[in-house]
């Protein structure tokens, strides 16, 4: 607990990752607003094909694809404003072992992320299907199961893209490498629906963040924990490399 404490003292004294935090609640519900809104727009003038088509949820919840870069990042700034400021070295003597420093940077991310994700997924879901509402275009309810899947599982998927950001910021020892490496990471599903169809079908079912979102979502044939766990497990294996690194490298 002692160690995990410094962690916090040293994470919020970092006005980057408190500013960060805020950013990532705040672009949620903005996100969520401007995605239903211009969806409401589109319904109103839809065919009658295009009313059945029209995924409310899916509509609403657009903006994850943005937030999980915030995310990731927030996880990379964990490891990496240490690494810039230079007091990497100093914290690891004072801890005693790489092991517990790195797993102390692991909780403090999870404690930090996870409230973040859980504020940011809610406050989009709230301010999408409200805004759907007022706009006369179909909204989901809470008591939805797909609604509340999401709503439960999300924050989680989140979380764990904050972990895979925080393994970056150990390997690769800087900001903004970390950061451009998640960011396209993170993005390349978006970024290959140019590519051939088995090269898209194959990234959109099983790169990690896709599987996770998709199935949380329920636009996916995998189930939850196989998608889930594609995740889980990528991100596992980045801990016990960076780990490997941490623990054989200079700091």
Same mark, same amino acid.
């Given at each position: 607990?002692?160690?995990?404490?410094?962690?916090?003292?040293?994470?919020?004294?970092?006005?980057?990752?408190?500013?960060?935090?805020? !950013?990532? *609640? =705040? @672009?949620?519900?903005?996100? #969520?607003? /401007?995605?239903?809104?211009?969806?409401?727009?589109?319904?109103? +003038? $839809?065919?009658?094909?295009?009313?059945?088509?029209f995924?409310?949820?899916?509509?609403?919840?657009?903006?994850?694809?943005?937030?999980?870069?915030?995310?990731?990042?927030l996880?990379?700034?964990?490891?990496?404003?240490?690494?810039?400021?230079?007091?990497?070295? !100093?914290? *690891? =003597? @004072?801890?005693?072992?790489? #092991?517990? /420093?790195?797993?102390?940077?692991a909780?403090?991310?999870?404690? +930090? $992320?996870?409230?973040?994700?859980v504020?940011?997924?809610?406050?989009?879901?709230?301010?999408?299907?409200?805004?759907?509402?007022?706009?006369?275009?179909?909204?989901?309810?809470?008591?939805?199961?797909?609604?509340?899947?999401?709503l439960?599982?999300?924050?989680?998927?989140?979380?764990?893209?904050?972990?895979?950001?925080?393994? /970056?910021?150990?390997?690769?020892?800087?900001?903004?490498p970390?950061?451009?490496?998640?960011?396209?990471?993170?993005?390349?599903?978006?970024?290959?629906?140019?590519?051939?169809?088995?090269?898209?079908?194959?990234?959109?079912?099983?790169?990690?963040?896709?599987?996770?979102?998709?199935?949380?979502?329920?636009?996916?044939?995998?189930?939850?924990?196989?998608?889930?766990?594609?995740?889980?497990?990528?991100?596992?294996?980045?801990?016990?490399?960076?780990?490997?690194?941490?623990?054989?490298?200079?700091?």
């Amino acid at each position: 607990m002692t160690v995990l404490g410094a962690e916090w003292t040293k994470f919020s004294s970092i006005r980057a990752t408190m500013t960060l935090s805020l !950013a990532t *609640v =705040a @672009a949620s519900a903005a996100l #969520g607003f /401007l995605f239903s809104n211009a969806s409401a727009r589109q319904y109103a +003038t $839809a065919t009658p094909q295009e009313r059945l088509d029209f995924a409310p949820l899916d509509l609403g919840m657009r903006g994850l694809f943005v937030v999980q870069l915030l995310v990731a990042a927030l996880g990379v700034l964990v490891a990496s404003s240490e690494y810039g400021s230079g007091t990497m070295r !100093a914290s *690891v =003597a @004072a801890v005693g072992g790489r #092991g517990r /420093l790195l797993a102390a940077k692991a909780g403090m991310t999870v404690l +930090t $992320a996870l409230p973040v994700s859980v504020a940011g997924v809610w406050l989009m879901y709230v301010a999408g299907q409200t805004t759907l509402a007022a706009g006369g275009a179909p909204y989901v309810m809470p008591g939805d199961p797909a609604a509340l899947r999401l709503l439960l599982l999300g924050p989680l998927v989140f979380t764990s893209l904050a972990l895979f950001g925080l393994a /970056l910021g150990f390997l690769l020892r800087g900001t903004a490498p970390a950061v451009n490496v998640s960011t396209a990471f993170l993005l390349l599903p978006i970024l290959s629906t140019a590519s051939p169809a088995p090269v898209r079908d194959f990234i959109s079912a099983y790169w990690p963040n896709m599987a996770a979102f998709q199935t949380v979502s329920g636009t996916s044939e995998l189930p939850v924990w196989v998608g889930s766990g594609i995740l889980v497990g990528f991100v596992a294996v980045m801990l016990i490399v960076a780990y490997v690194q941490f623990k054989n490298r200079d700091a």
